[in-house]
């Protein structure tokens, strides 16, 4: 029934969110007869204020009254009048939130990318809302923004905003609901994407991102200033590449590499560092050979400016973040952190981390976004004792990149790698090594169990299997309808109707399932079949509606495949997958006709 208050349920829900470090506010719910419980007249369904209804939250101060524990949870539930429950934006919520109610907007969200950013995505009436972490370089924004259409709630400014999350009611009469597979108990909350943030610093409201820029080709016929040099150089790096015939050829890159050096000693002034200009344009590359690989077909209308500006927000945005500026040189240009202790400058792990192989031995993967360009693609694989040494570690480096040296000065190397002890120049503190610092970074679900690579994900897609072999049949062949516990049911004979978080819940009952691997095994089977999403539908039951993943027989058989362990070209990120442990890092096979070689 419409509007009915699940105590329990909405107490497990308030208990995950604090568990993730959310701050809870508890927001006006809505009576079964459509009231508001505010009390107001005019908030009901069905009249003036209908819009409020069940949306703000109780009394003025609420701000400063959030739940932070399970206790004041329970303290809400005492006197049993119904909420529903938001959480805290801003820099004390720690969290943002990402909503499209139209077309527009979910257009836009798609030209900066965000439509594939894995972070928590629930549902509320027509709308998706995408929550991702709070940075400190929104802090010059306002409460709200709307860049394209994108309703974007801050929460910046001494402003107080919330959201509402799931299992609240809508006014609606449906329930907010996560995105199966997208809940906050499924994934992490992902940092906001560098083109969003962007967009909302810029205060950009208009469609275009950035309305006011000069052609890319500007960058022939005048200075360009510090500040705009990485953008100019990027945007007339990728220009050059979609506008050849054959840019992955090895005689071209050089010449487009060569000329965009120039370029930059005789236009940019002060000119930027030569790695730094070698990087974006090798940025450029790699996002090409992506998107080739992926499908793409080049054609004259990706030269034209709104496509190509398009895919320069992406590569701007990349999640990995490997096109930032790289600020000074050496081993900050490599993406470390550089801090000063004392009169000591030392590093962090900034873009660095690492992977851990659970296999006997167990291996340690070292992940360097800046080094994908090269021969092992950023990740280099080493023992336990290489991985304790400095100078095997630098040795390793050296030859997964074949590129980068980092004991040129091998003490500095060694300070960094293993630490130093407090002294007068450290002001008295040690200072921790890299080595300790990236494993303290190392979150459990980067780690890969044993054979992780096709035979796991064998295992996982012969679970999901297991399950459907339990699908039932509709009840009523005249109007057939899906199972509303979410098990999997063929609703046709060619439809399989089901919810992947419920298939997980019920594997999870009988088999250990790490955090990530279902994500995994769907980004597999996307992959497989060439999609972006699994392909919704929604059935309304007595009690509301609810949406469903709906297969057709390719996709089951998309799903033996994986369970039968065919090798598919899978690279699903942070797998070891498309290597067997052979060939490693040194496989000629992972090297491209395109690669670019920086120096
Ligand atoms: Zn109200």
């Not at 050096?261 to 790699?286: F, G, T, W």
């Not at 496509?307 to 590569?315: G, L, Q, S, T, V």
């Amino acid at each position: 029934m419409a509007f009915e208050f699940d105590a329990d349920a909405m107490f497990k829900s308030c208990a995950l969110y604090l568990s993730k470090g959310l701050l809870l506010v508890r927001v006006h719910g809505i009576w079964p007869d459509g009231r508001c419980t505010c009390g107001r007249k005019e908030h009901a369904v069905g009249r003036s204020g209908e819009r409020n209804c069940g949306k703000h939250p109780v009394g003025d101060d609420w701000a400063s009254r959030v739940a932070t524990t399970e206790d004041d949870i329970v303290e809400w539930l005492e006197d049993g009048i119904p909420f529903n429950v938001g959480c805290l934006l801003g820099p004390r919520g720690g969290v943002i939130d990402s909503e499209d109610d139209d077309e527009a907007a979910r257009r836009y969200r798609k030209s900066i990318g965000m439509d594939l950013l894995e972070t928590p995505t629930w549902l509320s009436g027509k709308s998706t809302h995408q929550l991702t972490l709070w940075d400190d370089r929104l802090s010059g924004c306002k409460g709200t923004a709307n860049p394209g259409g994108l309703e974007v709630r801050i929460g910046a400014g001494n402003t107080s905003i919330q959201s509402v999350l799931p299992p609240s009611w809508h006014r609606s009469g449906v329930q907010y609901q996560w995105k199966p597979g997208f809940s906050l108990n499924d994934i992490e909350i992902a940092r906001t994407p560098r083109s969003l943030l962007v967009a909302l610093s810029n205060g950009a409201g208009s469609e275009s991102s950035r309305p006011d820029e000069k052609p890319a080709s500007s960058m022939l016929f005048g200075e360009i200033p510090d500040g705009h040099r990485h953008r100019a150089i990027l945007r007339w790096s990728w220009f050059k590449i979609v506008n050849q015939l054959n840019p992955l050829n090895k005689t071209n890159q050089d010449i487009t590499m060569r000329e965009i050096l120039l370029l930059n000693e005789q236009n940019c002034k002060p000119k930027a560092d030569e790695n730094h200009v070698r990087k974006i344009v090798s940025d450029c590359y790699d996002h090409y050979r992506k998107k080739k690989e992926s499908g793409w077909v080049p054609s004259q209308a990706d030269a034209e400016s709104d496509a190509a500006e398009k895919e320069i927000d992406r590569i701007e945005s990349s999640p990995e973040g490997s096109s930032k500026p790289a600020p000074g040189s050496g081993l900050e240009l490599y993406g470390l952190k550089k801090i000063t202790v004392g009169k000591i400058e030392a590093y962090e792990p900034g873009e660095w981390r690492i992977e851990m192989i659970h296999s006997d031995p167990p291996e340690i993967i070292l992940c360097v976004p800046a080094w994908e360009a090269t021969p092992c693609r950023g990740r280099i694989h080493m023992s336990f004792d290489t991985f304790r040494s400095a100078p095997k570690t630098a040795a390793a480096v050296f030859n997964a990149t074949r590129t980068y040296i980092l004991d040129g000065d091998a003490g500095k190397w060694q300070r960094t790698w293993k630490g130093q002890d407090a002294s007068k120049a450290t002001d008295h503190q040690s200072i921790p090594g890299l080595m300790e610092l990236l494993m303290q970074k190392k979150r459990e679900e980067d780690d890969i169990a044993v054979g992780t690579s096709s035979l796991r994900y064998a295992q996982l897609a012969g679970y999901v299997l297991q399950v459907f072999k339990k699908a039932t049949q509709p009840r009523d062949e005249e109007k057939p309808e899906p199972n509303e516990s979410g098990r999997p049911c063929w609703v046709t004979p060619d439809e399989l109707w089901f919810q992947w978080g419920r298939v997980w819940e019920d594997i999870g009952r009988s088999h250990d399932v790490q955090a990530g691997e279902r994500n995994r095994v769907r980004a597999k089977l996307l992959e497989a079949m060439g999609q972006r999403d699994f392909s919704h539908k929604r059935h309304r039951f007595q009690s509301g509606r609810l949406e469903f993943v709906v297969f057709t027989r390719d996709w089951v058989s998309a799903l033996e495949s994986l369970s039968a362990g065919e090798e598919l070209d899978w690279t699903v990120k942070g797998g070891v997958d498309g290597g067997s442990t052979k060939t490693k890092n040194h496989s000629p096979s992972t090297v491209h006709d395109g690669e670019v070689v920086v120096a």
